[in-house]
């Protein structure tokens, strides 16, 4: 019988966390948690970690009362991205029909791919070979007929597994489940389903689906009715290209202090310069934002006459936008550098200087990159973002 089973839902098992160990064996075991600020909130647990109750999105504090002796990491933006990156072009050796949900996790399509790979389930196996031989962490993968079940198989595989429900499971496999498990039932909706007496999926299956579009509407009720009966038609939708990249910090306090903002623009800078040269992009239109400490904020962009990817090029203008808002020693909260209107390499009309230098920003920005990739990020960058510690 034909394998039906050709949708792959493909995540990273505590990704983040993962990555900032791949450095670090010794925190290998060990309760790592990625975040460190004071206002911080997690982004991401090792499975150890996760023992002591400790979840993305829980602020630090919280986490350091659950587990004081848990190992509390800086973020590594940038790392992430290279990880992923690399993550999806595995993805993307297998099957052109590659849908990324976020960094560490995208759908699958492998239907055209088994005359010439195999089965979905040889396939699957050899993603979370490669993910694991050439980038040292692990995946968990859930195959299914539709895109809604292979993501719920994926997350009751976690970590480092891999389920498959087919076609004639789909029913048993969802009926199961509580009512939350669906996609679109939020806090407020399993709320209404609670006082209907619709705790699993199964009894929301079994009512009317009229019920059900009186109680949460026409739209809601039909979509979720259809997904009890294991009912997606949607397809895996390889994602339009990226329309920008930026990055930003909280600071762990209220900063007033123009130089130590400014050098936070710098480093943030550097971030966006590193994934735009990564992804072989460059933009032309750079944005800054400015969150002060009473949670109101401002934006600010310019867009330049040629699209760029260098980073000295970036905070120039990052820095001249914020020193315009004249803030006479505001105090900030959060600061973001973006850029937008990214064109591929191959779009670029370079156009020639005379008497232009050979060498330039260009040039040390590459020589930072390799030193980057053969060292790890932060081995070489501007004095200006060195601790007097170092």
């Known amino acids: 019988m034909r394998d039906e089973t050709t949708i ?11 990555v900032s160990i791949i450095e670090r064996p010794e925190l290998r075991g060990k309760a790592v948690v990625v975040g460190t600020g004071p206002r911080s909130v997690v982004l991401s647990a090792s499975y150890e970690a996760r023992a002591f109750g400790i979840h993305a999105a829980m602020p630090v504090s919280m986490a350091r009362r659950l587990a004081p002796q848990a190992v509390f990491v800086e973020p590594e933006h940038e790392r992430y991205a290279e ?34 790979i195999g089965s979905p389930i040889e396939i699957a196996k050899r993603i979370r070979d490669r993910v694991a031989d050439e980038q040292q962490i692990t995946c968990s993968v859930g195959l299914a007929t539709t895109k809604f079940v292979a993501k719920l198989a994926s997350g009751h595989c976690k970590p480092d597994g891999i389920l ?31 006082r209907f007496g619709l705790l699993t999926i199964s009894d929301l299956a079994h009512t009317p689906v009229e019920t059900l579009e009186r109680a949460l509407g026409k739209a809601q ?29 909280t600071f762990a306090r209220d900063v007033d202090d123009a130089e130590v903002i400014l050098r936070e623009i710098l480093r943030l800078s550097e971030r966006t310069g590193h994934r735009l040269r990564l ?36 905070y120039a203008v990052a820095k001249s936008l914020y020193e315009g808002l004249n803030l006479d020693r505001a105090r900030v909260r959060l600061v973001g550098v973006r850029i937008e209107g990214l064109i591929t390499k191959d779009e670029v009309a370079t156009q020639l200087i005379l008497g232009a230098p050979d060498h330039g920003w260009s040039e040390l920005d590459s020589a930072v990159d390799r030193a980057s990739a053969r060292f790890g990020r932060g081995a070489l960058r501007p004095a200006r973002l060195v601790k007097p510690t170092e």
């Open 8 to 18: 792959l839902h493909v995540d990273m098992d505590a990704f983040y966390a993962s």
């Open 83 to 116: 990880v992923s990156d690399a993550v999806m072009e595995i993805f993307e050796s297998f099957t052109p029909l590659v849908e990324p949900l976020s960094l560490d996790e995208a759908f699958l399509d492998v239907e055209g791919a088994r005359k010439l």
């Open 164 to 194: 498959v429900v087919e076609k004639l499971e789909t029913i048993s496999f969802l009926h199961r489940l509580p009512v939350s498990a669906l996609w679109g039932v939020g806090g407020k909706t399993e709320e209404v389903l609670k």
């Open 221 to 249: 009720g039909r979509h979720l009715y259809e997904l009890a009966w294991g009912r997606d038609d949607r397809k895996v939708v390889p994602n339009e290209a990226e329309k920008s990249i930026g990055n930003e910090e």
């Open 279 to 314: 992804r072989e992009l460059k933009g032309r239109t750079i944005s800054i934002k400015v969150k002060f400490a009473d949670f109101s904020q401002l934006t600010r962009s310019r867009t330049l006459n040629e699209a760029t990817n260098i980073t000295q090029e970036i």
